[in-house]
């Protein structure tokens, strides 16, 4: 069964960085071949995604973190991390990771993946 293990969140204030790390495990297939994706959920919201790399390490990025945050993974480890600097307020969220076969740039949306770990929570506050 595949997993994920999110790790790296905390408290920072507005303007800050954080780098967040994501270890996988369990997956059928070599890790490269897979479609990573950092997502968040806040309070009382639905789960977005984030940012995404594809296996030939194309990126794609929500508008609202578009500049600020980076997306990279390292195949030799199955690790994928998310680098996020100018935090705002609003990027408080639980962040988690997931992982997919699709070949598309495209956002996926959160509902079609069907397990999640328990993510990490990022608080930007002053």
């Not at 071949?33 to 995604?49: H, S, V």
């Not at 990027?91 to 740039?105: F, M, V």
């Amino acid at each position: 069964q595949v997993q994920f293990v999110e790790f790296g969140g905390g408290l920072v204030q507005p303007g800050g960085s954080l780098r967040l790390s994501c270890a996988v495990s369990g997956i059928r297939f070599r890790f490269s071949m897979y479609r990573m994706g950092w997502f968040r959920q806040a309070p009382g919201k639905e789960r977005e995604t984030v940012a995404i790399i594809t296996m030939r390490g194309f990126t794609n990025y929500s508008d609202s973190v578009k500049g600020r945050f980076t997306i990279s993974r390292d195949n030799g480890v199955n690790a994928v991390y998310l680098d996020m600097d100018n935090l705002k307020p609003e990027d408080t969220a639980i962040y988690y990771c997931n992982a997919d076969l699709s070949l598309a740039l495209s956002n996926p949306n959160p509902a079609d993946f069907a397990s999640w770990g328990q993510g990490t929570q990022v608080t930007i506050s002053a």
